[in-house]
């Protein structure tokens, strides 16, 4: 029995194909294992190719691996797109009698299993649970009780009435009796156990979406767009029971805009997008800078550029985070390196924000966004949310603030840098933000004095913050190993799975995982330390490694992938064997 | 809000930096009487502005404001009005920063039709980066990037307003003082989104569109003998009647809905708990 057990579903877009992956992930999750799910999907409506794919263990799991043992194939093209993954001994469930499989062939030493899944469905009630019958035929391989997909079904299906609960329910007996009445003969090498753990199943837009609430955010203004839509319509009929709101923005200039607005009213709030979006944010994001505007600005990063593939995975964003607009620019750039981390990190960026007063770029990617992972619920412990909202001044408090000529001042210089804010409807707070270069009052200035002390002010934030919060890295593998590998956002989960694989192959390393790309974290003794640095991420010029490497003054050696597919854990293995193998490329 | 508020309240201690004689100056006092006659004072008040030489009448107000990016300024008075439902926003800005720049904005803020005022200041020029066509610009007005004019007709800022759900369309003249004012104040007082195109003379670049000129050719709805501003038919016949210059409220939907109502945002979203909100675990819950 292998620890953990690979299954999908694939077929054309249109076909059902993430309700279906979804409804046995929520099963297994609910049956007290661990799950990790992954996408293959295109940016069509209908046809091509799309597949869920789910990992699951009694233990946690955090990657995808190189392997699939159950594939329910719903189109040849699923076979062949999954060749590479598939082994001997692998089960492919497909309907023979569906026109397009009658000829499939299923490849040497594999178990095909020939499942009427359309007829079956019929006779349960209609067609179109033909994907559930395919479930009740893959819980008889995996020798997983359909009791559990009961549940699954019902959370799916309860709105629709009670009857559609029970004919999927009959619908998915009708798949296993099949299997096991018709493959009797076939001994599958799979057993399911079931735990009585407690676990939830989310993604990691989801998490970012929660952990908006959470952080108290009541207003997020976005435009739809993929792998970042899922933010808002979590978001969507949510945030409402909380007193917010959703906007659908006629554009991204719009989104941030009205953001802004938000912001300056004294909400905390919000805009989600990807790449393309960001482009359109840059126009205003100087604008949020200068005038000091609290605002989180979640970037999940898809494969650019331009439109680039968009619904592949990538990590070319960091430069255009770190780097865009014109003139100078502080502000922060926070990269949850996990699902849960997408929760907390989402937190403390409007924490940031409105300590600081200033943009946060709160950023995760495709593979983390529409990947959903089982975590205890204890891990989103709600009563850990602290909310600190900075140096805000109410009718007692502003006095302390004003100018000689009696005008507040919400660009007042500081030691610390920070100055106050009073929101609207403060009395003797009414203040102008502007874009404009301005003097503590907020009005504009040319003023050569003024400038300087006003840049050097907006920066002293950021030493601020550089000294009262901890940037730390996460860390894990040998603390004592002579190779360090570093990386950020989503790779860690491929990454933590990796180290166990070398550290059975005798090869230990040291990992920093980096959640904080600016500020950042001072590598500069780790790196020294280390025989070797590795740093891994997914994009082609390496821009975290030539971070890294402007921070230590050190090559670094890198690993890269750009081709649109996240790491796998036992691929990155190999591909960081083979690195530290062939020693530093200086 | 306090009662003795006065218009110069409104008034910043920066001078303005306008050309002597800018129609601005009529428009910016008409706009902060309308705002203390309506019973509202500086630190109830949200002015959104954009860029160019309207974009400057938030440096010279005194209220909570934003001077935003070029065209943005729609969508930062939403930000602020849904945020803070109980503070009174204005929108300033030109007619580049609206109907060229911000013209998809501007549509989709009509549609919206959140409670707040929208003031375009409107000289049908260019005029902070010296004389070029505008998109309210004439066909045949001649200016540094349009030397035998633009050749193509002026967009009509109302009749896109119309046509994309208007609640409320008004003109005024700067110059006018008193019945400007009469309309950024009913404007005002429209639930729902006010809009206001104000004809704003530039006194520099563009010999055309004159005092004289709208002084002569002004005509006043209120004055028009059975002109009836809740009247869509009525009110789309002036619109789109290009013979004619008009003054006065144009359209009214007296049964407006704004957005606020339409959506349930009523909510002062400044206030937060101090951890996260109360049944928050609830949220996690769903995750099951």
Known sequence: ???????????????????????????????????????????????????????????????????????????????????????????????????TMQDVEIPEGMIGLDVPLKSLAEDAGGAIMRNVVALGAACEVAEFPIENLDSALEKRFKDKGQKLVDNNKEAARAGRDYVADEYADREFDYDLETTDEDYVLLNGDEAIGMGAIAAGCRFYAGYPITPATDVMTYLTGRIERYGGHVVQAEDELSAINMALGAARGGARAMTATSGPGIDLMTETFGLIATSET????????????????PTKQEQGDLNQMLYGGHGEVPRFVLA????????????????????YQLPVYLTADLSMAVTEQTFSPDTFDMDEVEIDRGKVVDEATIDDHMSESGGFQPHEITDDGISPRAFPGTADGAHMSTG????????????????????????????TARE??????????????????????????????????????GQNVRVLSVPYIFPRPDLSEDVAAAETTVVVECNEQGQFADLVEHD????????????????????????????LEAGVEA | MSSDIRFTDFKSDKQPT????????????????????????????????????????????????????????????????????????????????????????????????????????????????????????????????????????????????????????????????????????????????????VYSPCVTFNDVDTYDYFRDSLVDLKEEEGYDPTDREAAKDVILDNEKEHQGVIYK??????????????????????????SATDLVREFY
């Not at chain 1, 190779?483 to 192959?505: M, R």
């Not at chain 1, 050190?554 to 690195?579: F, M, P, Q």
């Open chain 1, 1 to 99: 029995m292998a620890a953990d057990f690979n299954w999908a579903v694939g077929g054309e877009a249109g076909d059902g194909i993430d309700s279906t992956g979804k409804i046995f992930a929520q099963a297994l999750s609910r049956a007290g294992r661990h799950v990790f799910t992954s996408k293959d999907f295109a940016s069509r409506i209908r046809g091509g190719y799309t597949a869920y794919k789910v990992r699951t263990s009694v233990d946690k799991v955090q990657s995808v691996v190189d392997r699939l043992d159950v594939l329910i194939a719903l189109t040849p093209r699923t076979i062949e797109e999954n060749l590479d993954e598939l082994h001997e001994g692998s089960v492919i469930i497909y309907d023979g009698e569906r026109t």
């Open chain 1, 294 to 309: 609290p605002l989180v600005i979640c970037n999940v990063m898809r494969s650019g550029p331009s439109t680039g593939m």
């Open chain 1, 336 to 355: 949850p390196t996990t699902i849960d981390e997408c929760f907390w990190k989402t937190v403390e960026a409007f924490n940031l924000a409105e300590k």
């Open chain 1, 436 to 463: 404009l270069e301005h003097d503590e009052q907020g009005r504009r200035t040319e003023d050569t004095e003024m400038r300087v002390e006003q840049v050097d002010k907006r920066n002293r934030k950021v030493e």
């Open chain 1, 468 to 505: 009262r919060e901890d940037w730390s890295p996460r860390e894990f593998g040998d603390a004592d190993a002579d190779d360090l590998v570093i990386t950020w956002g989503s790779n860690e989960g491929a990454l933590a799975e990796a180290v166990e694989i070398l550290d059975d192959e």
């Open chain 1, 552 to 579: 230590v003054l050190e090559r670094v050696d890198r690993v890269n992938k750009y081709n649109g597919v996240r790491y796998k854990a036992d691929e990155l293995a190999a591909e960081i064997k083979s690195t």
């Open chain 2, 18 to 197: 306008w050309c002597p004689g800018c129609g601005d100056f009529g428009t910016m006092n008409g706009m902060m009487k309308a705002l203390a006659e309506t019973g509202n004072d500086p630190d109830n008040t949200f002015v959104v502005a954009g860029i160019g030489c309207s974009g400057k009448i938030g440096t010279y107000m005194h209220s909570y404001a934003l001077h935003g990016v070029h065209g943005r300024a729609l969508p930062v008075g939403t930000g602020v009005k849904m945020a803070r439902p109980d503070i009174e926003v204005m929108v300033a800005g030109g007619d580049g920063d609206g109907y060229s720049i911000g013209a998809g904005h501007f549509v989709h803020a009509v549609r919206r039709n959140v409670d707040m005022t929208y003031v375009v200041m409107d000289n049908r020029i260019y005029g902070l980066t010296k004389g070029q066509a505008s998109p309210t610009s004439r066909e045949d007005f001649e200016t540094s990037t349009s030397p035998e004019g633009p050749k193509q007709p002026p967009v009509n800022p109302h009749a896109l307003a119309l046509a994309s759900g208007a609640t409320f369309i008004a003109q005024s003249f700067s110059s006018d003082a008193l019945r400007h004012q009469e309309i950024i104040q009913e404007a005002i007082e429209h639930d729902g989104f006010g809009f206001v195109n």
């Open chain 2, 253 to 278: 939907d007296e049964s407006s809905v704004p957005y606020h109502e339409q959506h349930g945002v009523d909510e002062d979203m400044s206030v937060i708990p101090d951890g996260a909100p109360e």
